[in-house]
């Protein structure tokens, strides 16, 4: 051996960067790790779930590897993961024959914090709306799940890619240390000291083989490698007397889980405990979902899927840090985490996995996007779900709105977008709020109880449900029997513009010009009026300065003096919503609004009288344009103006 030769290049780099000296955690870790330490979590038992799933994935990478390398010889079976328990050093020791991590990669992936899982928890408990307990849950906290139950943690690692091998040891938030040490062929061990016992807190159970049986039956039961452990047996001693036979315990490797994916069992096999709990351990909810959709196809393409729809949305579901997509499977073997191409985006909010033997193992992304069998099951998933979803809505109503309040909105964003190409597939699952009933609606209830002489699906915009009630243009229709859909989505109005209508029934906004209410009567006499008021119009609207680009008579007030309604493709809801996402200098985009009054109105007589007096109705006019469009929710221009001139009326 030549011990003169210079040290390999790794060695170098451990010895600069990692040597024996106690490192600290990446300060947002150590707050995790505090909030693991102190956890009053009554679920400590999720540290195994989350450990073995590390450990499920480090396999899964080395059996990738593997298979791409078209190594022989390696088979799901040869690959187990062991649980190793001793009670005398109150050690629980995990061992998995995955690809194992360097020294850089445990400082990478154990000192910090940049992990999935882990990440969306810290950013959930930074956002502090939520109680520890159940943010935990909620996500998984990954490997610093451990420090719920283990006053120390170990980390044996050898990487497959470099053959390095090295140790980290924690006892807790104040830091860590990773030194160079020994492991027969790569993978890790994760050795657990537990904690001691308290009052309130009982950590043997976890050294107990039968209690360990249940959390990984109960959590990890769908891994697909071999989860083994010595389990206590018993047999008759050899050469005992067969009349009084004596018998022995002896411990007995075996395997705890069944390691069949769940979607590859039988539906009349499953129950919807196992359906949830395995939504809750894999996707980190801590709701039972909505609604589990479980197919079996055979056909053009053959495939599994097992798909979600979660009860509520994800916290950053309506942002763009939300990714969709289906964990993509080829005959078992993870192939893609999320494949956005299975889902629409309209179904963004849909979880699950799709498992089928004609994709390739070896199939890129790029190659992935234009697989016709991808595109086939793309198609069929599609139907499925909104058939179910529609099932849903139909047989059990106080779950579907609960879905229906956490993920309308992108309905309602799927119908709009790409020119309304979706609206045939969304349109029967889009519910409303109306004036009828307290509660959502869905268009076609509304069609097929609409007036015999109702032409149009009447809709209002606003705020809140409550406020829009109060419009002044609601008394009409009211009093004619019509309901209104009230929508306070700023999607919403959008979204209808796009519909148009809904089995041959138009939508109309009660803020339209004509709403289609009047009879010809009303028709001839509001004609009569304004050409006898002819010059107190115009002279109102040329006192409004261009704020209006018409001022009418109208017959759909009744208490009210006046309103505001819009000409052309912008409403007032719209301006607003546009107004809100405008962007620099992009020109403002304006409703054109028209002024209606109600010449039946005291005021309007007032009105009348002023022809002349140009001053004075030009303060009326302005007050009542401002009023208008108080009551529509926008804020006069010039508040002080606004109440100055309320002022001086009052003084007079
Ligand atoms: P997450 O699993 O959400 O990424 P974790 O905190 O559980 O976060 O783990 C952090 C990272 O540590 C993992 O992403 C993985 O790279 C690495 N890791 C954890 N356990 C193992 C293991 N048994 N073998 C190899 N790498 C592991």
Redesign the pocket.
């Known amino acids: 051996m030549d011990t003169g030769a210079p040290p390999h290049f790794t060695q170098l780099v451990f010895e600069v960067f990692f040597r024996m000296a106690k490192k600290e955690f990446q300060a947002e870790s150590k707050r995790l790790l505090d909030l693991m330490i102190h956890s009053i979590y009554t679920h400590h038992e999720i540290f195994l779930r989350?450990l073995i799933?590390?450990?499920s994935?480090?396999t899964d990478k080395l059996y990738y590897n593997a298979m791409q390398e078209g190594r022989t010889g390696v088979t799901r079976d040869s690959l187990p993961i062991r649980i190793t328990l001793d009670k005398d050093k109150r050690q629980l020791t995990l061992s998995?024959n995955?690809?194992?991590?360097t020294a850089e990669?445990m400082e990478e992936?154990?000192g910090t914090i940049a992990?999935?899982?882990?990440l969306a928890f810290k950013q959930q408990m930074d956002a502090g709306d939520q109680d520890e307990v159940s943010i935990i849950g909620q996500f998984g906290v990954?490997?610093?799940a451990a420090f719920m139950v283990a006053k120390q943690v170990e980390v044996i690692?050898r990487a497959e890619t470099t053959g390095e091998c090295s140790r980290w040891v924690s006892d807790g938030a104040d830091g860590y240390t990773i030194a160079p040490a020994e492991r027969a062929s790569s993978g890790?061990d994760?050795i657990l000291t537990m904690k001691d016992n308290t009052d309130n807190e009982n950590f043997d159970e976890y050294l107990d083989p039968y209690r360990v049986q249940s959390i990984v039956r109960k959590y990890s039961d769908y891994i697909r490698y071999p989860i083994q452990m010595d389990m206590p047996r018993s047999r008759v001693k050899e050469g005992s007397d067969p009349e009084k036979p004596e018998y022995e315990d002896y411990m007995e490797l075996t395997t705890l889980n069944s390691m069949v994916p769940i979607w590859k069992k039988a539906k009349s096999e499953l129950t919807d405990d196992d359906y949830n709990n395995f939504y809750k351990s894999k996707f980190y909810d801590f709701k039972d979902p909505a609604l589990h959709i479980h197919m079996n196809t055979e056909g053009a393409v053959t495939f599994n899927a097992l798909l979600f729809v979660p009860a509520s949305a994800p916290f950053n579901y309506y942002t763009k840090d939300y990714e969709k997509g289906l964990q993509l499977y080829s005959n078992g073997v993870l192939i893609m985490e999320r494949c956005a191409d299975l889902l629409p985006d309209h179904f963004s909010f849909v979880r699950g996995l799709v498992d089928s033997a004609d994709l390739s193992l070896n199939i890129s992304r790029e190659m992935l996007q234009h697989d016709r069998h991808l595109k086939l099951i793309a198609n069929s998933l599609e139907k499925k779900i909104k058939s179910e979803l529609l099932g849903l809505l139909k047989n059990d109503r106080d779950k579907y709105e609960g879905f229906f309040k956490a993920f309308g909105v992108q309905l309602k964003y799927g119908a709009y977008v790409e020119y309304g190409a979706h609206k045939e597939l969304l349109q029967d699952l889009l519910m409303y709020e109306s004036s009828s009933e307290n509660k959502l609606v869905t268009l076609e209830e509304y069609v097929s109880r609409m007036q015999e002489d109702q032409t149009y699906i009447y809709y209002a915009c606003g705020e809140s449900p409550a406020k829009i009630s109060l419009l002044p243009q609601m008394e009409r229709l009211r009093d004619k029997g019509y309901e209104v859909l009230y929508m306070s989505d700023p999607i919403d109005e959008f979204c209808v513009k796009m519909l148009r209508d809904y089995q041959g029934k138009e939508f109309k906004s009660i803020t339209d010009g004509d709403l289609g209410l009047e009879s010809e009567e009303e028709k001839q006499e509001i004609q009569k009026l304004t050409a006898d008021n002819q010059a107190l119009l115009d002279q109102i609207k040329d006192a409004l300065d261009g704020k209006v680009t018409k001022v009418q008579l109208t017959s759909r007030l009744k208490s009210h003096p006046c309103c505001l309604s819009t000409e052309g493709a912008v409403s007032l809801e719209m301006e607003k919503v546009l107004k809100a996402q405008r962007m620099g200098d992009e020109p403002e985009i304006k409703a054109e609004r028209v002024l209606e009054l109600n010449a039946s109105h005291p005021i309007f007589h007032k009105l009348s009288a002023l022809v002349g007096d140009k001053d004075k109705l030009k303060t009326y006019a302005d007050i009542l344009y401002t009023q208008a469009q108080l009551i529509e929710g926008i804020a006069p221009e010039d508040p002080v103006a606004y109440a100055n001139a309320v002022c001086g009326l009052l003084s007079e």
């Open positions: 989350e799933s590390n450990a994935d480090a998995d995955g690809c194992g991590m990669e992936n154990l992990h999935s899982g882990s990954g490997f610093y690692s890790t994760i």
